[in-house]
Every structure is written in structure tokens, then in C-alpha cells.
């Protein structure tokens, strides 16, 4: 079935007044986002919040297509505020041995890179190298690799389902931060099977910052301590009459990483969001994505650009003589958005886009 794109788009108002090709800094909000979080607002005021536990059954509902979405259980997601507090969990979390080692790729999101650097007072290393030397740097010490599903500069995508196998096969964890790229491209948690994969849903999940969730792998659930508890860390919390008081017995779900309250109206967006996604299909959203990314690659290159090739939703450009960071000031004068990182021009279409923005975009650099 074909999908109406241009149907499509008009759920994103912004786009009427903007020519937004940024989505690797901000993805636009749908219209039915919006509304979900006025809706449960109403909903409070109508109820009082006497219905406060119900809101938790809607959770689970949304638990449940993201697991569509990324391909697992709904048991596998808990809701965090962001990728830097899933990757928290899991660095304190684990059990770290002197001389163990911290793989990454050189020019990854800071993320990857300070946290951890924090971890000294454990004697583990942190190792950063090029993706060409990525194979050979995995040795005995090599005990985490955290990677990002596609990097925030360069859209370069590493082939995770073979890196997962080639970890696995030497019994070492892998992390993915899929902000970059999970709303665009699918990604399947069955095949790949990461130990967790950590998405802050404002960017290619069009949902609201401070929406987001993490899939943990049930063996690494088993192993894995919880560095936040709450008043729902506990397997009965739902009996509130009577909180349990003690130490809490953990349910083996990745709920159990949460630990108190969550933003129910963000997340209330996220589901919207996810709703839109799911109505669309995965596929057609990856194909769409792809195909206005090509096309940019081929404009840009028209322009005099340096374009790096790479199946990302990501475009990164190098213009010689050129100030990048001006660059983009100036085409945001023109009411065009890209943004400037490390050196290069940064184009971000998602599927909410159309070729005319591109149209735009190579005028307005003319």
C-alpha cells in the first residue's frame, strides 16, 4: 500500500513555516503528539488522578509497540529520560574488573567518550579507535564496546548484526545508542541482540526530549543491578495500600531499571509518535528516509561538496574554503535549518520531508 506522503507531512505544522532539514538535532513533533499530552492533562483534571495506577497499564501498552517497533518484548524496554542515564545504568551496573577495557569509535557522541573515562577509580580503560581498526583492537581486556547506531557526524552506520556476533562469539557486552538513527532505519533487537540499546526519542522517534527507553537483553538483566531504587523497584509495588518495606525483591523485566515515576505526558507524545510509525510501516519510513538522503548526497555533491557514502539518514558534507558553522547561520536566515558539526555541513531528512525542501535547500545555497 502507498503512503500519503504529503498527508503525512501536514502533521507537522512546523514544517509550513520552515524548511527542516535537521532532524539529527531536533525531530519535529506530530500534531497528534501534542494533543496526547493535552489530553492527559485533561484527563487528570477530569479524574483528580484517582486513576494514577491505570496510567501505568498504558505504559505497558506502549512497552508493547515499541517491542513491534524494534523487534522484542515488551518485558525488554524500561522508559528513561535519556541515552546518558541508560548508559549510567549499565557502567555502574556491571561488575568491573582491573585492566578491563572500554572500546569505542574515534569521533563518537561525547557520550561514549566521558563516561567512561570515569570509570579510573575501577582501573578500566577507555579505548577509542578507527572503525578500519575496529576488529583488531577487540582483544582479551575488551569487555564493553559502546557505539552509536549511526554517528551524530559523519552518519557513518556500523553493520551491527555482524559487530554483535563477532562480540558475542568472544563474550563481550555490546551498548548501542540508536538515537541517531531508531524512528528512521529499523533496527531488529532479535537479530542483533545488543546487551542494551539506549534511544532518547526527540530526534527520529518525533517524540518530546525526556522521552525515551532502553531494551536490555534478558541475560544481561540477570547480572545487571539497578543504580536507581524506588518506591516501584520492589515486584508488588502496584499495592500501594501496603509499600513493602525492606529490601526490594526485583522483577526480572527491565521495568525494574526505572525505579520511581515517569513522565507519563511525554510519553503519552512517544506513543502517538510511535502510533504514526507503526501506521506507516518501518520499511516505508527506512525507504523514504534513504531515498531523500541520496538524493541530498547527489545535491550537495552538484554543489562542490565533499559527501562521505554510507546508508545513514545522516548527510555530512565538506565544503572547501568554506565556514560551515557561518554557512549554516546564513541559511537560517533563509528560514532553512541544517546544522554545522565538527568541519561539516549536516542534513538530516526524515520521512516527514519531501524533495521540494531539497529544492529549497539548493537554492538557498546558490
Not at 577509542?128 to 575496529?134: I, K, P, S, V
Not at 525492606?246 to 506513543?271: D, I, N
Not at 562521505?308 to 565556514?323: K, T
Not at 568541519?343 to 535547500?361: A, I, K, M, T
Amino acid at each position: 500500500m502507498s503512503v500519503d506522503w504529503e498527508a503525512v507531512r501536514r502533521e507537522f505544522p512546523a514544517l509550513a513555516n520552515w524548511t527542516y532539514l535537521n532532524t539529527a538535532t531536533f525531530g519535529q513533533l506530530p500534531r497528534r503528539g501534542a494533543e496526547a499530552v493535552a489530553k492527559h492533562f485533561e484527563h487528570r483534571d477530569e479524574l483528580a488522578c484517582a486513576d494514577f495506577l491505570d496510567w501505568f497499564d498504558d505504559l505497558e501498552r506502549l512497552r508493547g509497540k515499541i517491542g513491534r517497533l524494534i523487534h522484542c518484548t515488551a518485558e525488554d524496554i524500561a522508559f528513561i529520560p535519556n541515552a546518558s542515564t541508560a548508559l549510567g545504568i549499565l557502567l555502574s551496573g556491571l561488575d568491573w574488573r582491573p585492566g578491563d577495557r572500554i572500546l569505542t569509535l574515534e569521533h563518537e557522541f561525547p557520550n561514549n567518550l566521558y563516561a567512561p573515562g570515569l570509570l579510573d577509580r575501577q582501573c578500566v580503560e577507555p579505548v577509542e579507535c578507527t572503525w578500519e581498526r575496529f576488529y583488531d583492537c577487540v582483544d582479551s581486556r575488551t569487555r564493553l564496546v559502546a557505539i552509536s547506531s549511526a554517528n551524530y557526524n559523519t552518519g557513518f552506520a556500523p553493520p551491527l548484526p555482524e559487530v554483535a556476533a563477532f562480540l558475542r562469539e568472544r563474550n563481550v557486552l555490546l551498548y548501542v545508542d540508536g538515537t541517531q538513527s531508531v524512528g528512521a532505519l529499523t533496527f531488529h533487537a532479535g537479530r542483533i541482540q545488543p546487551g542494551m540499546l539506549a534511544v532518547h526519542g526527540y530526534k527520529w522517534m518525533i517524540s518530546p526530549n525526556g522521552a525515551g527507553f532502553m531494551y536490555v537483553h534478558p541475560d544481561l538483566r540477570q547480572r545487571l543491578r539497578p543504580n536507581v531504587l524506588g518506591w516501584r523497584s520492589h515486584r508488588d509495588w502496584r499495592n500501594v495500600d501496603n509499600l513493602h518495606h525492606g529490601v526490594p525483591e526485583l522483577t526480572a523485566s527491565a521495568e525494574k531499571y526505572e525505579g520511581g515515576w515517569v513522565p507519563f505526558p511525554l510519553l503519552c507524545a512517544m506513543e502517538a509518535a510511535v502510533d504514526l510509525m507503526l501506521e506507516i510501516g518501518p520499511e516505508a519510513i527506512e525507504q523514504r528516509v534513504l531515498d531523500l538522503a541520496a538524493k541530498a548526497r547527489e545535491m550537495l555533491r552538484e554543489k562542490g561538496a565533499s559527501v562521505q557514502e554510507c546508508r545513514s539518514p545522516i548527510v555530512a558534507a565538506r565544503f572547501e574554503d568554506r565556514d560551515v558553522s557561518k554557512l549554516a547561520r546564513e541559511l537560517k536566515e533563509k528560514r532553512v535549518l541544517v546544522a554545522a558539526r565538527r568541519g561539516q555541513l549536516r542534513v538530516s531528512p526524515h520521512f516527514y520531508n519531501n524533495e521540494e525542501d531539497l529544492e529549497r535547500l539548493g537554492r538557498a545555497l546558490d
